[in-house]
């Protein structure tokens, strides 16, 4: 475990000089770092040999989108571990539940209605709760992949329905571009003053994951197992929810629905580390977060200067590989069953 | 140690199961007999609480309605009729989680639990499945890697819905052997007529729902009773070895 958990570490931190390091600007890898060690320490630990602009793309620009990759793909990985647990169902995902729509809706909602800047991140929680509400509800606890996915896909439909309604009202240039940004997904409004929230929510996130991972193991058996076995299983599933929700909805206000991360990697990573959630929720969250900053790399350097919003990099790879799962059988980990 | 008083459980104005009663004493082996359909997974199920019939069920003096699910999950351990599906765990983990009910909130699984487990995994002959995947085990196999989950959890009742299903007869007596062997209480719905006269204290016997019969597997298992609730006829005689009921069945003309 120590062992993955490192090379795991080791890859994140590679991967992320080589977010920073790329670009329409390329930066070498050591001033990547030196530039980061002065901010940090506030202190001018190694002399300036770069220029002002460098220091302003690595630290203000390259540096906070990094991070907030890092973050979203934690997030969405998590998320994508939780709900699975709950439906018992390795399908599961924001994206495909229309927890990530119901999100983006409720943002869009608020920022419409003007009802100030904390309540995107409240109605992106509010819509998410909502949506992930409406697919349990839906499916009454007949969690089979097709229902699930036909719920998720009707789920889906609605809110983006409602975005398009709302975009279709309001006729504001700007506001509707925001909007746009909510469908696609992008990285591109990352600051150091937003990550704080969903920074903060994914390490609560991974601690109370960390917590319940027994309970977590247990659910996957499936209810009345976890029942008999001393599981207060619905309390669990709606604490499990709402926090998904909160993971949700802290990443979407932040990026918009960026789809599939939430299916794709907990389901790689159970090849690594089985299906055991003690290891499988710290992997996860790395690979996932290692997983969009790699997409959001490629999705800015594919066509310099042009740059491609990141959602259609995750649903290029994740349709195919949601098809591969379809067509092979899924499971959670290891041998087909 | 178990007191059952009027169940009963409807669905859809249908009585499953009406007004039964029985008790149980500590550390005895009930058999739970009956035809398909007879209501026998209902009456276990509302024992361990997956329904909520009408009625009153009493575990060691205490309500079954006021003991939170840890708790019951301490003095109860249950093997039902199908267990998972899609994950994937080993054995050793499987068998493990039977010691969840005496963890905390925070701790994990000690040397301690993997100690009880693993003594659970050699009683039931998995020693050498013990890395394998669950799903990748025969129907026999899980069967009893389910019950060596229900040994770790070391509770004082066992409830099994037709332990030896999908077991072969070696594996069948064995589990039985091991079951009886064990200071617990034993509740289990058994198929098997003679094993269950080998191996039962005493007999619950229902048919339609409705309690037909209890006692000692001597007083129960009767002529009268094979041909009023199996429709069978039978010969019944001591075994000169076992010195138990030895069950022939008869063809029908």
């Given amino acids: 475990m120590k062992k993955k958990l490192f090379i795991f570490i ?24 030196k530039i980061a060690f002065n901010r ?15 220091e302003v793309i690595v630290w ?16 969405l990985a998590l998320v994508g571990v939780f709900m699975q647990a709950v439906t018992k169902n390795p399908l599961s995902d924001p994206y495909i539940l229309g927890i990530s729509s119901g999100s983006a809706a409720g943002a869009i909602t608020a920022m419409f209605f003007n009802l100030g800047g904390f309540s995107v991140e409240g109605g992106a929680f509010l819509g998410a709760f909502l949506a992930t509400i409406i697919v349990i509800r839906l499916t009454r606890g007949d969690y089979s992949s097709g229902r699930l996915v036909l719920t998720g896909i009707a789920v889906s439909a609605i809110f983006s329905s409602l975005i398009n309604l709302l975009i279709y009202w309001v006729k504001n240039d700007s506001k509707v571009r925001n909007a746009m940004f909510w469908m696609t997904g992008s990285l591109g409004g990352a600051q150091w003053n937003k990550l704080l929230f969903a920074g903060v929510v994914l390490i609560l996130g991974v601690i109370i994951g960390m917590c319940l991972c027994k309970e977590l193991d247990l659910l996957l058996l499936g209810e009345e197992e976890a029942r ?30 960026i789809g599939f991360v939430g299916m794709i990697i907990p389901h790689m990573t159970r090849k690594i580390t089985g299906a055991s959630h003690r290891e499988l929720i710290p992997i996860s969250v790395i690979f996932g977060g290692v997983f969009i900053m790699g997409a959001d790399t490629v999705s800015r350097i594919i066509f310099i200067p042009e740059e491609l919003p990141i959602g259609i990099i995750t649903s290029a ?15 959670f980990g290891g041998k087909r069953c | 140690m178990l007191e059952i008083k009027n169940l009963s459980y409807e669905i859809e104005k249908k009585n499953l199961i009406e007004n039964i009663t029985f008790d149980v004493e500590k550390g005895k082996f009930v058999g739970i007999v009956g035809p398909n359909g007879s209501g026998k997974s209902t009456l276990l199920k509302n024992v361990y609480r997956t329904l909520k019939g009408d009625g009153k069920i009493n575990i060691k003096g205490r309500c079954l309605k006021v003991i939170s699910s840890k708790e019951l999950a301490k003095e109860m351990a249950v093997v039902s009729q199908h267990g998972g599906s899609e994950f994937n765990f080993t054995v050793c983990e499987m068998v493990t989680m039977g010691r969840y009910p005496h963890k905390g909130f925070l701790g994990s699984y000690n040397g301690k639990d993997r100690k009880i487990a693993n003594k659970a995994i050699e009683k039931l002959g998995l020693k050498k499945y013990e890395d394998r995947a669950f799903l990748t085990l025969s129907g026999g196999e899980r069967q009893r890697a389910l019950i060596a989950r229900a040994l770790a959890q070391e509770a004082d009742i066992i409830i099994l819905d037709e332990p030896t299903n999908h077991l072969d007869i070696r594996y069948q007596l064995q589990i039985m052997e091991i079951l009886k062997s064990l200071s617990v209480t034993v509740i289990a719905a058994v198929h098997d007529m003679n094993i269950a006269s080998l191996y039962c204290d005493e007999i619950i016997a229902l048919k339609d729902g409705k309690l037909w019969g209890k006692g000692v597997p001597e007083d129960v ?22 010195q138990k009921l030895s069950i022939t069945y008869l063809p029908n003309d």
Avoid at chain 1, 42 to 52: A, D, L, R, T
Avoid at chain 1, 60 to 75: S, V, Y
Avoid at chain 1, 239 to 248: H, K, V
Avoid at chain 1, 317 to 331: A, M
Wanted: hydrophobic residues 50%; positive net charge.
């Fill in chain 1, 10 to 33: 080791l890859i994140s931190l590679i991967m992320f000089t080589l977010a920073v390091n790329l670009g329409a600007v390329n930066i070498p890898f050591t001033t990547v770092w």
């Fill in chain 1, 40 to 54: 940090v320490a506030n202190f001018e630990i190694f002399s300036e040999s770069w220029s002002k602009g460098m």
């Fill in chain 1, 60 to 75: 203000k620009i390259r540096f906070p989108r990094a991070i907030l990759g890092f973050i979203t793909g934690g997030a």
């Fill in chain 1, 228 to 257: 008999i076995l001393g599981i207060e299983t619905e309390k669990l599933k709606l604490f499990l929810i709402i926090l998904s929700s909160l993971l949700t909805s802290s990443v979407v206000a932040l990026t918009g629905t």
């Fill in chain 1, 317 to 331: 790879l994740g349709g195919p590989f949601f098809l591969w799962i379809i067509k092979r059988g899924y499971n």
């Fill in chain 2, 221 to 242: 298992f009767t002529r009268e009773f094979f041909s009023d609730v199996f429709s069978v006829k039978t010969e019944i005689s001591r075994h000169s070895a076992t």
